[in-house]
């Protein structure tokens, strides 16, 4: 059974940083490329970032683009999203997901606020 479970989220300050994890289990995750998606209050969910399963090609929403890092550790099953820079429009709740399925398992809450 796929789960996935984001951690890491906070409240921090304009212009802080954050690392957000997600621990993967039930497939074999060094084979399939992974994303981060972001639900705000009341809005849909929002693309933010890829990464290719091996690790060497990644890809950002222009909203986060020269801010957010996304990397992964396959023999951990774990995938990460470094912020810095954070501003409060990146207030939301953070999921990851396998690409092309659909969001599943526990976001975690980021909340940027002075």
């Known amino acids: 059974d796929v789960q996935l479970q984001a951690s890491g989220g906070g409240l921090v300050q304009p212009g802080g940083s954050l690392r957000l994890s997600c621990a993967a289990s039930g497939f074999t995750f060094s084979s399939y490329d992974m994303n981060w998606y972001r639900q705000a209050p009341g809005k849909g969910f929002d693309w933010v970032s890829e990464i290719n399963k091996r690790g060497d090609k990644t890809y950002y929403s222009d909203s986060v683009k020269g801010r957010f890092t996304v990397s992964r550790d396959n023999a951990k099953g774990t995938l990460y999203l470094q912020m810095n820079s954070l501003k409060s429009e990146d207030t939301a709740v953070y999921y990851c997901?396998?690409?092309?399925?659909?969001?599943r398992g526990q976001g975690t809450q980021v909340t940027v606020s002075s």
């Open positions: 997901a396998i690409a092309g399925n659909s969001i």
